[in-house]
């Protein structure tokens, strides 16, 4: 789940990492938040793109609110 603390703590490290290195322990910290945060904002993806054709089901076919891509005047 992505929140503040993570986001401040991957910037610190990232900081960090820029300006003096980073031990063997915070760069396998580092590397297992970014894997956390990157799967958050996967999930978070999936989540609106199951929404959006969950949506688009709820439409009959012929409807012609233009959902499906038709053409209207």
């Known amino acids: 789940m992505i929140n503040r603390e993570l986001i401040e703590r991957i910037n610190a490290l990232s900081r960090k990492q820029r300006e003096v290195g980073l031990t063997?322990?915070?760069?396998?910290e580092q590397a297992v938040l970014r894997r956390s945060y990157?799967?958050?904002i996967k999930g978070q993806v999936r989540q609106q793109l199951?929404?959006?054709?969950?949506?688009?089901?709820?439409?009959?076919?012929?409807?012609?609110?233009?959902?499906?891509?038709?053409?209207?005047?």
């Open 24 to 28: 063997d322990e915070e760069t396998a």
């Open 38 to 40: 990157l799967d958050g």
């Open 50 to 73: 199951d929404a959006a054709q969950a949506s688009q089901k709820e439409h009959a076919a012929n409807c012609t609110c233009g959902c499906h891509g038709t053409h209207r005047h």
